[in-house]
């Protein structure tokens, strides 16, 4: 039994130093941080270094490449305005972020976890919604806007590749 007993206490010296490690460098929300900046836990992309403008401008590129690929027709244009209007952030989503970072500072940890846990609900009902409107979207297109669509939502932005999916 002693022989076993100093692998696991091992591991579990391991395990818990790595946790705090982690813990370290753990924002509010689970975000990475590093050298004062803001990293999704995905991969490289940091979140004070984004202008909402370039961002805006980079959705609309990608939405224009997606329009082009699925052929939209002059019927389908109003869904598709709907879902693009879905999809678009809150205008003031990184402003509210950064003053988020900040109020949770100040607060004690069981007040951050109720804060947290009312964050959640809201990404979820964003989600919620994005989610309808992509499925009303995509009960309009043809079976093969259909295919193309699955295609993009399985290997389009934010799906692999380097930086998260942005290539280049």
């Given at each position: 039994?002693?022989?076993?007993?100093?692998?696991?206490?091992?591991?579990?010296?391991?395990?818990?130093?790595?946790?705090?490690?982690?813990?370290?460098h753990?924002?509010?929300?689970?975000?990475?941080?590093?050298d004062?900046?803001?990293?999704?836990?995905?991969?490289?992309?940091?979140?004070?270094?984004?202008?909402?403008?370039?961002?805006?401008?980079?959705m609309?590129?990608?939405h224009?490449?997606?329009?082009?690929?699925?052929?939209?027709?002059?019927?389908?244009?109003?869904?598709?305005?709907?879902?693009?209007?879905?999809?678009?952030?809150?205008?003031?989503?990184?402003?509210?972020?950064?003053?988020?970072?900040?109020?949770?500072?100040?607060?004690?940890?069981?007040?951050?976890?109720?804060?947290?846990?009312?964050?959640?609900?809201?990404?979820?009902?964003?989600?919620d919604?994005?989610?309808?409107?992509?499925?009303?979207?995509?009960?309009?297109?043809?079976?093969?806007?259909?295919?193309?669509?699955?295609?993009?939502?399985?290997?389009?932005?934010?799906?692999?590749?380097?930086?998260?999916?942005?290539?280049?």
């Amino acid at each position: 039994m002693k022989s076993t007993l100093k692998p696991l206490l091992l591991a579990t010296l391991l395990a818990s130093t790595g946790a705090a490690a982690v813990a370290q460098h753990m924002g509010p929300g689970g975000a990475m941080q590093h050298d004062g900046m803001m990293m999704q836990r995905g991969g490289e992309h940091r979140m004070g270094d984004r202008d909402p403008a370039k961002m805006q401008a980079m959705m609309e590129g990608h939405h224009a490449k997606l329009k082009a690929k699925l052929k939209i027709t002059a019927d389908q244009e109003g869904a598709w305005t709907n879902f693009t209007n879905a999809m678009k952030p809150a205008p003031d989503a990184m402003k509210r972020r950064m003053e988020m970072r900040a109020e949770m500072d100040k607060l004690t940890t069981p007040e951050r976890i109720d804060k947290m846990r009312a964050m959640r609900a809201e990404r979820d009902a964003a989600m919620d919604k994005r989610a309808d409107a992509i499925k009303t979207f995509y009960a309009v297109l043809t079976p093969y806007q259909k295919g193309v669509f699955d295609a993009h939502a399985a290997h389009g932005p934010g799906r692999g590749g380097r930086h998260g999916g942005h290539k280049g």
